[in-house]
């Protein structure tokens, strides 16, 4: 039975699929939550066939019930929580004049009001976690969009500069319990969210989602005295 374990949110592809797999490479069993059953059901096969530990549990993160069904079902299963990655997120384009209402609520849900509820869920776990052993992490998918905004994706830069936000927040409020916070911000990476720009950036220009997972591999193995409380990937000669 793994000693440690994790939840990733998003964890179906791209970003949050390597993430997973790092965890599950360095010990950890993980819930994967994400959307659609179905990729779910595959990712999940995908990890067990390298034996990893992982559990998937399909959810609507929108919905505030759907990520306390998430978080119910890890508490359930492993009684704890060592590592919790927020990665689930959507962006919309839209100029100011033709933005939706439901797709901007869409957004907000998800990129950020997500967050602050898993937050709140996984408290109690993560507090536990972190009275062990000092080094509880949470790791909250941004944006470079969450560092520089972009016109067209207003409110996707917006509620990613509100990640980089309330990841400072949390890193001051549950900083002295033994959990740490990141935000990471990557440019494009290769992943589904970017077949919008592929025929301006080419995908094997583009960061790869393992570049991501593995600087997850690394603040798991900083120590307790060190937060590192967000990282920006960029391509070679990107301008920050």
Request: glycine share 8%; aromatic share 4%.
């Amino acid at each position: 039975m793994a000693q440690r374990t994790a939840i990733v949110t998003g964890a179906s592809s791209g970003i949050g699929l390597a993430i997973a797999r790092v965890l599950g490479q360095e010990g950890h069993a993980i819930t994967m939550a994400a959307r659609r059953p179905e990729k779910l059901e595959n990712a999940v096969a995908e990890l067990e066939a390298e034996g990893l530990e992982v559990h998937g549990v399909a959810a609507n993160l929108a919905d505030e019930a759907e990520v306390q069904k998430v978080v119910a079902a890890h508490k359930e299963r492993h009684g704890r929580l060592d590592v919790l990655v927020n990665n689930a997120g959507v962006g919309i384009g839209a100029t100011v004049g033709e933005i939706e209402t439901k797709r901007l609520d869409m957004q907000l849900d998800i990129n950020i009001r997500s967050i602050v509820i898993f937050y709140r869920e996984c408290l109690e776990m993560l507090q536990a976690s972190g009275a062990e052993h000092n080094n509880a992490l949470v790791v909250n998918t941004s944006s470079i969009s969450g560092k520089r905004a972009e016109a067209w994706l207003s409110v996707y830069s917006a509620t990613k500069h509100a990640v980089v936000g309330w990841t400072e927040a949390m890193n001051k409020e549950l900083g002295p319990q033994g959990i740490k916070s990141t935000a990471l911000c990557p440019a494009f990476v290769d992943t589904p969210m970017t077949d919008f720009v592929k025929e301006t950036v080419k995908a094997e220009e583009m960061i790869r989602p393992e570049d991501i997972a593995e600087s997850v591999r690394f603040l798991l193995r900083v120590s307790p005295a060190c937060v590192v409380p967000e990282m920006m990937f960029v391509r070679p000669g990107d301008a920050l």
